[in-house]
T-cell receptor
Framework: DAGVIQSPRHEVTEMGQEVTLRCKPISGHDYLFWYRQTMMRGLELLIYFNNNVPIDDSGMPEDRFSAKMPNASFSTLKIQPSEPRDSAVYFC?????????????FGPGTRLLVL | AQKITQTQPGMFVQEKEAVTLDCTYDTSDPSYGLFWYKQPSSGEMIFLIYQGSYDQQNATEGRYSLNFQKARKSANLVISASQLGDSAMYFCAMREMNFNKFYFGSGTKLNVKP
C-alpha cells in the first residue's frame, strides 16, 4: 500500500516567492494533518482536516499560510510570500477517523529552505 | 501547562540493554490516545505504538512496550534489547478525542552504544 505522499521532497526558494506543498493521504483516511518541524520549535500542528473540511487551523502561523483540501485525495499548503523563517520540514499525515483515536501516518516530509 | 512532557532531551543506552523513555501528559478529556513515534536521522516519522485511554492492558509491539500509568498520567516507552538502529529521536504524542486536539512532545534523542 502506498503511504502518505508528499511533493516536492525538497524546495529551495527565495524570500517573497510563493511556495506550494502537496500531499496525498492514504486512501480511505478521512483525517489529514499538516505539521511543521524546526529545531527551535519542534513539531507543530498547523492545521487538520476531517472529510476535507478544516477543523482546527489555530496552529497556522499567520495569513501568509493557507491550506486547502479540494478532495479526499489531495491537499495543499501554500506560503505566500515566503520568508526565511519559514524554513523547516513540513510533514503531512493522515489517519482513519472513528470512535477511537487513530494512528497518524506521516509522509516523508518536504524540506523547505527560503533564502 | 505542557500537554506532553518529555523530560529527557538525550539518552544513552548500551546495545542489548533495555531503555525507558519518559512521557507524561496532561488532559481533562476522558477519551484520548497516546502514541510513540521514532524519527531517525533520515527524517521520516515512524509510528511505533499506541495506547488508548480505556485500554486495560499495556500495549506491546515487538521490542516496544508502553508502560501506561493512568493515575500518574504517564506513558513511558520501553525498548527491550536495544539495537544500534534504535538510535533516533523519539516523540510522545497525544490525541484528545472529544476536544479534537493533537499534541507532540519535544522528543528524546536516544543513542545506542555498541
Amino acid at each position: 500500500d502506498a503511504g502518505v505522499i508528499q511533493s516536492p521532497r525538497h524546495e529551495v526558494t527565495e524570500m517573497g516567492q510563493e511556495v506550494t506543498l502537496r500531499c496525498k493521504p492514504i486512501s480511505g483516511h478521512d483525517y489529514l494533518f499538516w505539521y511543521r518541524q524546526t529545531m527551535m520549535r519542534g513539531l507543530e500542528l498547523l492545521i487538520y482536516f476531517n472529510n476535507n473540511v478544516p477543523i482546527d487551523d489555530s496552529g497556522m502561523p499567520e495569513d501568509r499560510f493557507s491550506a486547502k483540501m479540494p478532495n479526499a485525495s489531495f491537499s495543499t499548503l501554500k506560503i505566500q510570500p515566503s520568508e526565511p523563517r519559514d524554513s523547516a520540514v513540513y510533514f503531512c499525515a493522515s489517519s482513519l477517523g472513528g470512535g477511537a483515536p487513530e494512528t497518524q501516518y506521516f509522509g516523508p516530509g518536504t524540506r523547505l529552505l527560503v533564502l | 501547562a505542557q500537554k506532553i512532557t518529555q523530560t529527557q532531551p538525550g539518552m544513552f543506552v548500551q546495545e542489548k540493554e533495555a531503555v525507558t523513555l519518559d512521557c507524561t501528559y496532561d488532559t481533562s478529556d476522558p477519551s484520548y490516545g497516546l502514541f510513540w513515534y521514532k524519527q531517525p536521522s533520515s527524517g521520516e516519522m515512524i509510528f511505533l505504538i499506541y495506547q488508548g485511554s480505556y485500554d486495560q492492558q499495556n500495549a506491546t509491539e515487538g521490542r516496544y512496550s508502553l508502560n501506561f500509568q493512568k493515575a500518574r498520567k504517564s506513558a513511558n516507552l520501553v525498548i527491550s534489547a536495544s539495537q544500534l538502529g534504535d538510535s533516533a529521536m523519539y516523540f510522545c504524542a497525544m490525541r484528545e478525542m472529544n476536544f479534537n486536539k493533537f499534541y507532540f512532545g519535544s522528543g528524546t534523542k536516544l543513542n545506542v552504544k555498541p
